[in-house]
């Protein structure tokens, strides 16, 4: 399971369940997101293996 946090820009910062907050003092507010989550993609669980976290900014989804 996962804990999946937004902030007030919607960037998604996700967390395996248990682990402590991974950015030390973040420029924005982050909000946990009340729904649970059980799934997520292959790219999100490898990232969270890797780093420990899973990191988007809402730019990056943006389309010139």
């Known amino acids: 399971m996962f804990d999946v946090y937004l902030n007030s820009r919607r960037d998604l910062l996700v967390v395996r369940k248990g682990l ?7 420029s924005y507010k982050w909000r946990k997101s009340k729904k ?6 292959e790219e ?15 730019k990056a989804l943006k389309k010139s």
């Open 20 to 26: 402590p907050f991974p950015l030390g003092r973040p």
């Open 36 to 41: 649970r989550v059980v799934m997520v993609s």
């Open 44 to 58: 999100i669980k490898q990232a969270v293996q890797r780093q420990g976290y899973y990191l988007r900014k809402r």
